[in-house]
């Protein structure tokens, strides 16, 4: 089945330290998306890829980076200059927009 | 530009009650629009669409009509679950343009 799959679903992270999520899909989406949402909150977009090779930062970009070298992966860096990373993430792509989001099942980020 | 307006929850509900959950819209063009649940510790996922002016989308005993002339699509179900209790997210898209979220309703339903 196609699908659109986050990893690790937890991930713990040292103060000063860069860790990477992971986000692979195989719906042959062009566009992929990273979420940040907070206890209780709505979603905020990180950054953005509608093609191959080009993204765009959203609302929140400041201490988070991404690549977007292949169509069906689009890895979130959440860097140590991001002050307060703990959050629950979620990666999503899209093909037309009458089809809607495809949200993967998140990864929970906690610093210790 | 467009955007997305939730009534605020949390909605608390019993067993068989009957659920509305409101949103109205603000947008250029023609948008589809877009209802998404959300169960603890889980990412989004589609629960129903419309694409265009009075169509009904339904699932899963949810039903939501697209109405241009209010900009609303309230989500509804008849009788709710203790299984639907979760966080309801209206959207909207419109072409070239990346996905509006409204801020989510929670939803507890209790036996």
């Known amino acids: 089945d196609g699908g659109i799959t986050q990893s690790p679903k937890y991930l713990f992270r040292k103060e000063g330290q860069n860790v990477t999520l992971s986000c692979e899909q195989n719906l042959n989406h062009d566009a992929m998306y990273w979420y940040r949402q907070d206890p209780g909150q709505g979603l905020r977009l990180i950054y953005y890829?509608?093609?191959?090779?080009?993204?765009q930062k959203g609302d929140i970009a400041e201490g988070y980076s991404v690549s977007r070298e292949k169509k069906e992966s689009f890895p979130l860096t959440v860097t140590s200059a991001q002050k307060n990373p703990t959050a629950f993430y979620l990666c999503?792509?899209?093909?037309?927009?009458?089809?809607?989001?495809?949200f993967g099942s998140g990864t929970r980020l906690t610093v210790v | 530009g467009n955007s997305v307006t939730q009534m605020e929850g949390p909605v608390t509900l019993s067993e068989e009650a009957f659920l509305t959950i409101n949103c109205t819209y603000t947008a250029t063009g023609y948008p589809s629009l877009f209802w998404y649940v959300q169960y603890p510790g889980e990412g989004l996922q589609l629960l129903l669409k419309?694409?265009?002016?009075?169509d009904k989308g339904s699932n899963k005993g949810f039903e939501a009509t697209y109405r241009k002339e209010t900009t609303s699509f309230h989500l509804e179900k008849g009788s709710v679950q203790v299984s639907d209790s979760a966080v309801y997210f209206c959207?909207?898209?419109?072409?070239?343009?990346?996905?509006?979220f409204g801020p989510g309703t929670r939803l507890s339903v209790l036996p």
């Open positions: 959207a909207l898209a419109n072409y070239g343009q990346n996905f509006v």
């Open positions: 890829s509608q093609i191959v090779n080009d993204f």
């Open positions: 999503a792509s899209s093909g037309l927009e009458s089809y809607g989001y495809t």
């Open positions: 419309a694409t265009k002016a009075d």
